[in-house]
């Protein structure tokens, strides 16, 4: 099945108007000013082998690294329908500790056809100052580290797993309603998905994603190729390390 650039657009619109969908339902849904008015947060969509398909108009630091987090999740546990792994440790693809990320499975067919993921930034996630973004030297000082867990099981909450959060954090009922929020964007990623699924079957929404793929390399390797031979270097720099004088 071959796509013409008509349909290819249409897709694409699907894909991220899902994504950006997920967006509006965590804001919605959250408790804290951080999502809700800040909007410090991030949708995706992923192929069943945890490639990114699409991604709302969110936080470009949270969606560069939000493929690696997924990976890390699909590479540490199984996902079975109903399960929502969390994480936010940055050596598993996280970013820094107060943006925690719920990554799910979308089966169909009896396999994980999507995944769908969404980062938010949580007011407090422990450590050793409120807000969880210290002056530290080391990561233990930042806040509690969550490799990838399950946080729901076949569509039920791990009550252990949650209070071991709670019970690390300074606003655990705003964390909860967070994470809840978070898990409500998941599922209505999930919902669109299916009906997405259900309206155009399987094998063209395969081929969709497939030819998106293939779109964007060509993009990408049509922009490297404008850039003329050479060598480039840059330079940055800050004042100092917050530590040291």
């Known amino acids: 099945m071959s ?14 108007s899902i994504a ?23 949708c995706a969509i992923f192929d069943g082998e945890g490639r990114l398909v699409a991604q709302g108009d969110h ?24 399960d929502v792994v969390a994480l936010n440790d940055p050596y598993e693809g996280g970013t820094h500790l107060p943006d925690v990320t719920l990554v799910s499975a979308v089966h169909v067919e009896g396999r994980p056809f999507f995944y769908v993921a ?14 969880s973004m210290p002056l530290s030297t080391e990561i233990f000082q930042e806040g509690l ?5 399950k946080l729901y099981e076949r569509g039920r ?12 954090v300074r606003t655990p009922v705003e964390r909860e309603g967070d994470l809840t929020a978070q898990l409500a964007a998941n599922r209505t ?3 669109r998905l299916r009906e997405m699924v259900a309206k155009y079957g399987v094998e ?11 779109y964007a390399e060509r993009m990408v390797r049509a922009r490297l190729a404008a850039i003329p031979d050479g060598d480039y270097t840059a330079e940055d720099y800050l004042d100092d390390d917050g530590i040291t004088d």
């Open 189 to 191: 990623g999930e919902r």
């Open 157 to 168: 909450l791990n009550a252990s797993v949650m209070r071991l959060i709670l019970a690390n």
């Open 3 to 16: 796509f013409d650039p008509i349909k290819l657009e249409i897709f694409k619109s699907l894909f991220i």
């Open 20 to 42: 950006e969908e997920m967006g509006v339902t965590l804001r919605r849904t959250a408790f804290s000013p951080n999502i809700k008015e800040r909007r410090d947060y991030s």
């Open 204 to 214: 063209e929404v395969a081929v969709s994603m497939r030819e998106l793929h293939a």
């Open 145 to 149: 580290r969550i490799p990838p867990i």
């Open 59 to 82: 936080m470009p630091v949270h969606l560069g690294s939000m493929p690696m987090s997924v990976r890390k999740a699909i590479e540490a546990v199984t996902l079975e329908p109903g």
């Open 118 to 131: 969404n980062r938010a930034h949580h007011a407090d996630i422990g450590g050793m100052s409120a807000g």
